[in-house]
């Protein structure tokens, strides 16, 4: 918000939650609008996702992916991580409001 210049237009009217995603605020009615992670938004009924940030205010959480060389799985392991950064699988990745990172 204060890179839109907008904080002191807001600031009477935005509330921070805690252990609660802000678009279940939004659902119940408690709130007009709420921003958090994508993948955290999709999930609750009764909220609408309507896009990410413009670029320059998008920011990206970037995880990675790894096995352990003493996980007790390693094969179920390998196979996740093939499953994940598999090129097919960047479909199911997005529909989970998740972009596939680095290709």
């Known amino acids: 918000m204060e890179r839109l210049g907008i904080v002191d237009q807001i600031k009477?009217?935005?509330i921070r939650t805690e252990n609660v995603p802000v678009a279940e605020i939004v659902a119940r009615g408690e709130a007009e609008i709420g921003m958090h992670?994508?993948?955290v938004i999709l999930p609750i009924r009764g909220a609408d996702y309507v896009g990410p940030l413009p670029p320059g205010l998008q920011e990206y959480v970037q995880f990675s992916l790894g096995v352990l060389a003493v996980s007790r799985q390693q094969e179920v392991a390998r196979a996740f991580a093939h499953f994940a950064s598999a090129p097919e699988n960047e479909e199911i990745l997005r529909k989970g409001?998740?972009?596939p990172w680095g290709r």
């Open 12 to 14: 009477d009217r935005t």
């Open 37 to 39: 992670q994508i993948n």
């Open 97 to 99: 409001g998740m972009e």
